[in-house]
């Protein structure tokens, strides 16, 4: 367990314009560039993580080319992160590529009463490889997400489960999310709870 200390502001995990370098997970085809990475990177592995009680500071440090996150957890068994406050996930000229928890592999996983704002893609995300490997299965409840508005660059989701991923999504607070189709190009979704592309039979996503 990694817990912050009990005050008021929360102790800061701030992302280092500096950090080390992109690396793969076998769920994904994404570099990840993750400000905290809670489980095993590679293999079958598990690991019994709890993070609890810090602010979370990206400074909008993303690189187009790699995907920024807050929290990257993959075999998270058990996992937890609560009572955190995620901000400034942001990537340059408008990418899609930054987030705030992103959950894969043989994670079960609860994100419980934390804070996302101010994040390019998605606030909080499960996701399955849509095949052979162990999915994540999920509890997000309790949280507040909030986008940046109706927006024309990127289709943000507040939270998305899917891919095989499932679980629950219970009592969080989405707001701010939405996009404006330019009238050209693909004409993409935006959610504030988004069940994507699940495999049959499909999770339970309450």
């Known amino acids: 367990t990694i817990e912050g200390i009990a005050s008021s502001p929360k102790p800061k995990i701030i992302a280092p314009a ?3 370098p992109a ?5 994904s085809g994404r570099w990840w560039d993750p400000v905290v990475f809670i489980g095993i990177k590679a293999g079958a592995g598990t690991a019994n993580v709890t993070v609890k009680g810090f602010e979370i500071d990206g400074l909008n440090l993303g690189t187009a080319a790699n995907t920024f996150v807050a929290i990257l957890a993959r075999n998270a068994n058990p996992g937890m992160l609560r009572d955190c406050d995620i901000k ?3 990537n340059p000229g408008n990418s899609a590529n930054g987030s705030g928890i992103m959950i894969y592999g043989n994670s079960n996983f609860a994100a419980r009463s934390n804070t996302v704002s101010a994040f390019s893609k998605n606030g909080i995300t499960a996701n399955g490889d849509f095949g052979p490997a162990v999915d994540p299965i999920v509890a997000i409840d309790s949280n507040t997400v909030t986008g940046d508005g109706y927006i024309t660059t990127v289709a943000q989701n507040g939270i998305q489960v899917g891919f095989g991923a ?3 999504v ?3 607070t989405i ?3 939405g996009w404006i189709w330019s009238g050209s190009g693909t004409q993409w979704v935006s959610a504030g709870i988004l069940p994507a592309v699940l495999n049959t039979p499909g999770p339970s996503v309450n």
């Open 18 to 20: 500096v950090r080390a």
């Open 175 to 177: 707001s701010n999310i």
């Open 88 to 90: 400034n996930f942001h």
């Open 170 to 172: 219970h009592a969080n």
């Open 166 to 168: 499932g679980g629950t």
């Open 23 to 27: 690396f793969l997970i076998a769920e």
